[in-house]
């Protein structure tokens, strides 16, 4: 049931920061054809519903609010998608802005990854009740986050840049050495 | 004595020895065993001194409710006090030390005070050190501070660590006993999600002790099944050594998970606490036996019946080889049956009832060549820190001693209470049952939730059933319809069919005898620990404390760290008989959580040491550690202070970087600075509305300083504004208000102004920020090249984009110093790579970095306000004499009519001055210059304060600002300061701008 061990430090799940990823912030309304498509232009995926993530690699769209999305593209394209989109956009009453250097995203992996992130976010993550594609704003004890499943075992986090010195440290202790709570993997 | 018996104990594994010390003193006991099992076995029954009297306290109890065996445990890092050990496991090499006791546990200096006890009645404290009163704080204070506590606080740093959980399922089932097991079994067998919670180590609670049988099975092997079987089905989690802690509103309840204290060499957090959102919450938390109030029944070796029995069953330990049974009902037999299988002596059971006929269990004990004295009651206990033997008394009577018998042990028991807290916890109602004695959940008042319906159930033991068929068919049907409850559909099955003895009806014996007088009375105890007895509460209620609150606060009854779990019925029927009325009339004192102490640690959590607080960090976080950063926290973030060299002091260093900005060139991290994007339609309106002056007039590429006010009119924050399109305005804001004030933005959007079309976007960091400042400033950015930032190009308050030194920038020509400056923002990303290139083309421009006090310097020099300084959350822009930032021109603005709010209009509202000592000394910052007279409460009047102070280098003296009486009115006028040093300052108004106040020096 337990892999802990086979992680650097003898740690219950991977963790580690991700390389730099192109954020865009996208505000408007999301009901708009306008909006839906400087969206899924730039993302090249379909838009999502509330509360989800259709990401692949690192383009996507998060929805983040009923008139905010958060659009993943490679971080070296940001300046010319943000152009795409505004163009796009048009005169439509919309905002997009580059984030990408505001955030800092981590990864957790492994089989222990769910009880990693239990132990921070006051969210239910059960393997039935969030499976890949579901995307949740929340907070990581006490600072803001963001995150989504990459794959069964894997979670994308956000967080600010701020606090990513934070975060780390805070993954690496929730996923100290012989914490696994065997809550969800039995 | 007491001793470990050659047989039994279902719970000890005697293959598996430990060793364990107790106050020095080398013990053994087995795997399996409670602390206190163990020490029973090496007949240590004495563990304790009582709080007030000192009085040699034994073990009463085996589990959670035990009110004296509290002991230090563990050293160091380990260390903790007034942990029970009645719930503390052995382990191998277990550290115990006993509390409250001078020189020692046998002998203690402060059991004269038990001689003295008819001197320290209830309310004691209150009574004696009230006069005179100066004595107080020298005298009394420290001498009840010196009493207070029972175990030591820790000195050394815990050594272990703590974490939470967030746990959601549709049915939390608290109480794994047979109750618990079947309510998890048939909402899991429904479908539900299930976590089911148990403080022991073990499932099954009393029923394996207590017996009987489900469907024609010994009980124990229907708990060992129930739990294999909850434990191998996928919806169920089962979590030993885990309390339900405390219920909450919206489902959401608090288990407190001790993963290690059994095993502290093992890895991992030591407590885990559980934080868990559930559907319906069932509590199925048993019950607890209740003493009996005679006199002596506080000497070690008088324990509850339950625990007598739970000693000699679960670890094959007897408490003593002559164990006198004394109790008001049925249950206490199950104990002398038990004694007696396990070739342990009997002398003799009281009952303090008499009845027509024998109950099954009374025949069964007689069978087994019991004496039964029906009808009778223990006078007095033989004894000082063991007991000897009783004296009999007819329960009827006053007390006289018909008999006395010799015995180790006395079993009392007057009946059981359920354990009613969690129900409680949240708003679930009691009931009074006479039948029983006691308060059970009235489930027609359970805790609701927010659509009106119960979202807590209580089953079993818990909710006052005590036969086995009740309990287990209790159980079995709670457990299907908190299932239902959350969405499931119970499978339409039989409860199982339990089986046990009908048991004759108790008696209600709240006193024995039931004539005690006076002095039998005043040797009756309620509360072991806090040494209340029945005539404590009985004067506190002839003295008027009629509410059971308050007669609980004065007599410090069920105050002790067991929270009354034993004394709290007993002392609440005590006080009802006093005060003449019955006893659901005075009710129960409040439960709140958490059921029994959870550690700090639990509460803390991951929060420690690294990740105790989230501090927020720069991209030039790093650079500025490695090069002498004196720290200063600024909301969440921390900024340097002051940057400081070898050899110098911090004083030094803000005084060097403070001239070196003026003479040559300083730069400074301006990242934490708020710089939130406001687009769209609406936006030059919805800014208009938000800060005091105009924005909507400002020019695309221009900037402009803008003040901001709450709906009050006080002052919320300012900073720089820039335009940089037709729609879009980037707003500087404090470094603290960046969050606050980007949400007081989408406060007004979302709620007041939700049509207006506009959208906000907090990117604070999305730049790291410097600002060049000082006469070399535009050498420095020349020297990086890339764009014009000559004064024709890029005038003050203009903005423009660009590269320098081949970075993507932001310049913005704005001066919070005075001096030629510039704020440069590049992609966070590249904020260190901009900084390492200023700090090398400043190298020949004598550039410095700086920090936050030479910040605060140079602005205060400037005599430029700072949110947070010279406003507090009670300055309008008027005392700050900002009223060129008002705009006449505008309808309206947030803030707008509070100012002529007469209260605001007041011209004797202190106005903002600069203050500067005769001597050339500093003002002590917060300082109040002093006003002829007194006001009504006798203290000198005051006419202005400091609101900031410093010694500026530059001008080579003491500089201030103020809020002073009319102070612009009084320039050169003398006010005096007294400091908390003994001097009083004086000091003379004068302009706030102390330096270059034609602003020529910021635009060159």
């Known amino acids: 049931m337990s892999e802990a061990g086979t992680h650097p430090g003898g740690h219950i799940a991977h963790i580690t920061q991700a390389p730099a990823q192109g954020m865009i912030t996208l505000r408007g309304d999301l009901s708009t054809s306008a909006v839906k498509n400087a969206a899924t232009g730039v993302a090249a995926v379909d838009m999502p519903a509330r509360g989800q993530a259709n990401c692949v690699e690192d383009r996507g769209i998060a929805w983040m609010s009923p008139d905010e999305l958060l659009v993943l593209c490679p971080y070296d394209t940001v300046e010319a998608n943000v152009d795409k989109m505004r163009a796009t956009l048009g005169d439509a009453h919309a905002l997009a802005v580059d984030v990408s250097d505001a955030r800092a995203t981590f990864l957790v992996e492994g089989t222990h990854a769910r009880e990693v992130l239990a132990k921070l976010a006051p969210v239910d993550l059960a393997p039935d009740a969030f499976v890949p594609g579901m995307f949740r704003r929340t907070r990581l004890a006490q600072v803001p986050a963001a995150f989504w499943m990459r794959d069964a075992r894997t979670f994308q986090i956000v967080c600010f840049r701020s606090h990513a010195q934070y975060v780390h440290d805070l993954l690496k202790t929730a996923a100290a050495p012989g914490s696994a709570v065997a809550y969800f993997t039995g | 004595m007491s001793t470990r018996l050659a047989t039994g104990g279902r719970l000890i594994n005697t293959d598996a020895p430990m060793r364990f010390t107790f106050n020095g003193k080398v013990m053994k006991g087995y795997a399996g065993d409670t602390l206190a099992s163990a020490l029973l076995a090496n007949d240590q029954m004495l563990v304790g001194r009582s709080f007030k009297y000192h009085r040699p306290r034994g073990i009463v109890a085996s589990g959670v409710e035990e009110p004296n065996a509290l002991v230090n445990l563990g050293v160091e890092g380990k260390f903790e006090p007034n942990q029970r050990a009645t719930t503390t496991e052995l382990f191998d090499g277990l550290l115990a030390t006993s509390q409250n006791h001078w020189p020692s546990l046998e002998f203690d ?45 820790p000195k050394g740093r815990d050594a272990d660590s703590y974490e939470h959980f967030y746990a959601f399922c549709d049915v939390l089932v608290v109480g794994a006993g047979i109750a618990g097991l079947m309510a998890a079994k048939s909402a899991a067998d429904a479908g539900a999600r299930v976590l089911s919670l148990e403080q022991a180590p073990q499932g ?38 885990t309390m339900g802690a405390g219920v909450y509103d919206h489902g959401y309840v608090l288990g407190y998970e001790r993963l290690t204290d059994h095993a502290p060499d093992q890895p991992g957090p030591r407590h885990r606490l559980w934080r868990i959102k559930a559907g319906q919450v069932i509590t199925a938390t048993g019950a607890i036996e209740r003493p009996l109030s005679f006199a002596g029944n506080d000497v070690p070796g008088v324990m509850l019946a339950s625990a007598v029995r739970d000693y000699i069953v679960n670890y094959g330990v007897s408490p003593g080889d002559r164990v006198a049974v004394v109790t008001n009902n049925d249950d206490a037999y199950r104990t002398a049956i038990a004694v007696k299988k396990a070739g342990l002596d009997v002398p003799v059971i009281l009952d303090a ?16 060549g019991i004496r039964v004295m029906m009808g009778h009651g223990v006078a007095s206990v033989m004894g ?92 079995h049907a709670c457990g299907g319809l908190a299932a239902k409850a959350t969405g499931h559909t119970p499978r339409k099955t039989d409860a199982p069919q339990g089986d046990s003895p009908s048991e004759a009806p108790l008696a209600q014996v709240w006193i024995m005898p039931q004539g005690a007088g006076k002095t039998l009375r005043a040797k009756a105890w309620l509360d072991y620990q806090n040494d209340v007895k029945v005539s404590d509460v009985q004067l506190a209620a002839q003295e008027g404390f009629e509410s059971v609150e308050h007669a609980k606060r004065y007599t410090t009854l069920g105050m002790a760290t067991d929270q009354g779990k034993l004394s709290n019925i007993n002392g609440l029927a005590i006080l009802s008989d006093a005060l003449d009325q019955p006893i659901p009339q005075t009710g129960t004192t409040t439960f709140r959580p958490p059921y029994t102490p959870i550690s700090m640690g639990a509460i803390a959590g991951e929060a420690r040491g690294a990740v105790f607080q989230p501090i927020r960090r ?248 700072m ?47 600069g203050l500067e000592t005769l001597d050339g000394s500093t003002l002590p910052d917060g300082a109040y210059a002093v006003a002829d007279g007194t006001n009504a409460n006798g203290q000198r009047n005051v006419q202005g304060r400091v609101t900031s102070s410093y010694h500026s280098p530059n001008l080579g003296k003491g500089i201030a600002m103020g809020l002073v009486h009319h102070g612009p009115d009084r320039m050169g006028e003398v006010i005096e300061f007294p400091g908390t040093d003994g001097k009083t300052y004086q000091a003379r108004i004068v302009s706030p701008v102390f330096y270059d106040a034609a602003g020529e020096k910021q635009d060159v």
């Open chain 2, 867 to 913: 949110i947070g300084d010279e406003t507090d959350g009670t300055v309008i822009p008027q005392d700050l004499g900002l009223h060129w930032a008002l705009s006449k021109k505008k309808d309206d603005y947030l803030g707008k009519r509070a100012h002529v709010r007469s209260h605001m209009a007041d011209p004797d509202r202190w106005k903002l001055v």
């Open chain 2, 384 to 475: 000082g820190k063991r007991v000897t033997g009783i004296g009999v008394c007819a329960q009827a009577g006053e007390g006289a001693v018909l008999e006395e018998i010799g015995c180790d042990v006395v079993a009392m028991s007057g009946g059981w209470s359920p354990v009613v807290h969690l129900w409680s916890h949240c708003g679930g109602k009691l009931q009074w049952d006479s039948d029983y004695a006691m308060f059970r959940p009235d489930v027609h008042k359970a805790p609701v939730g927010g659509d009106g319906a119960a979202f807590v159930r209580t089953a079993g033991a818990a909710n006052g059933h005590f036969g086995l068929h009740e309990i287990v068919g209790d159980g």
């Open chain 2, 109 to 153: 200096v402060g059991a004269l005070n038990a001689r003295l006890s008819r001197f320290m009645p209830a309310g004691f404290y209150y009574k004696m050190f009230i006069h005179p009163r100066p004595l107080w704080k020298h005298v009394y204070e420290p001498f009840i501070r010196q009493a207070a506590g029972l175990g030591q606080a």
């Open chain 2, 204 to 241: 099954g609670g009393r029923a394996p002790v207590d017996g009987g049988q489900v469907d024609g099975v010994p009980v124990d092997k229907v708990v060992d099944q129930l739990v294999s079987e909850l434990t191998e089905m996928p919806n169920v989690t089962l979590r030993l050594r």
């Open chain 2, 353 to 368: 009832r008499v009845l027509p006929e024998d109950s099954p269990l009374m025949a069964e004990a007689r069978a087994a």
């Open chain 2, 618 to 865: 720069t991209p030039m976080h790093d650079w500025h550690e490695a090069n002498g950063a004196d720290w200063e926290p600024v909301g969440a973030w921390r900024r340097p202070y002051a940057y400081v060299r070898q050899g110098e002091s911090v004083h030094d260093a803000v005084m060097r970087e403070t001239r070196n900005t003026r003479e040559n060139l300083g730069l400074l991290d301006a990242s934490t600075l708020g710089k939130l994007l406001v687009k769209g339609p609406d936006a030059g309106r919805f800014l208009d509305m938000l800060y005091t002056n105009m924005m909507s007039t400002l020019k695309p590429g221009k900037c402009r300083y803008g003040l901001m006010c709450g709906e009050n009119g006080f002052l919320i924050d300012d900073g720089v504004v820039a335009r940089i399109d037709e729609d879009t305005w980037l707003c500087h804001t404090t470094t603290g208000g960046a969050d606050s004030i980007h949400q007081h933005m989408e406060e007004w959007l979302q709620t007041e102004w939700w049509d207006w079309q506009v959208y906000v976007a907090n990117l604070t960091e999305q730049y790291a920020q410097v600002a060049v400042v000082g006469p070399n400033a535009r050498a420095a950015l020349e020297a990086l090249g890339g764009m014009d930032v000559s004064r024709d190009a890029l005038g003050f308050m203009e903005w423009a984009d660009g590269t320098l030194g081949g970075f993507d920038a932001r310049v913005y020509r704005i001066s919070f110093s005075g001096e030629l400056s510039y704020e440069v923002a590049v992609r966070a990303s590249q904020g260190q790579a901009f900084w390492d290139a200023l700090m090398a083309v400043g190298d020949s421009l004598g550039v410095m970095p700086y920090g936050t006090e030479a910040l605060h310097i140079l602005r205060a020099e400037k005599g430029f306000i």
